[in-house]
Nanobody, 112 residues
Framework: QLQASGGGLVQAGGSLRLACAAS????????MAWYRQAPGKQREMVAA???????NYADSVKGRFLLSGDNAKNTMSLQMNSLKPEDTAIYYC????????WGQGTQVTVSS
């Protein structure tokens, strides 16, 4: 029910914007978040925003990534600036309503 888009290949220092949208008749999102998983590593939270607007970022992306969410439309985006090779991963969007839902993942590759 979540569709992610916007991944791709970019050089270090560049920018990408990821987007995620929930489909279907579902309301009352409580949390929107982006996670990522690099090869050989565990999935980690990148950024999350609660329905009240509180936003948290992983220390590694603070000041470079910006998460925006629209509770009414069940959409969110992740603006990623000053990308580094270590940001290379598959990025997954997540939304929690009564239950939690994951997007299919989108590959982000940052070349040095």
């Amino acid at each position: 029910q979540l569709q992610a888009s916007g991944g791709g290949l970019v050089q270090a220092g560049g920018s990408l914007r990821l987007a995620c949208a929930a489909s279907g008749s579902i309301f009352g999102v409580k949390v929107m978040a982006w996670y990522r998983q690099a090869p050989g590593k565990q999935r980690e939270m990148v950024a999350a925003i609660a329905s009240g607007g509180d936003t948290n970022y992983a220390d590694s992306v603070k000041g470079r990534f910006l998460l925006s969410g629209d509770n009414a439309k069940n959409t969110m985006s992740l603006q990623m600036n000053s990308l580094k090779p270590e940001d290379t991963a598959i990025y997954y969007c997540y939304m929690r309503f009564v239950n939690g839902y994951w997007g299919q993942g989108t590959q982000v590759t940052v070349s040095s």
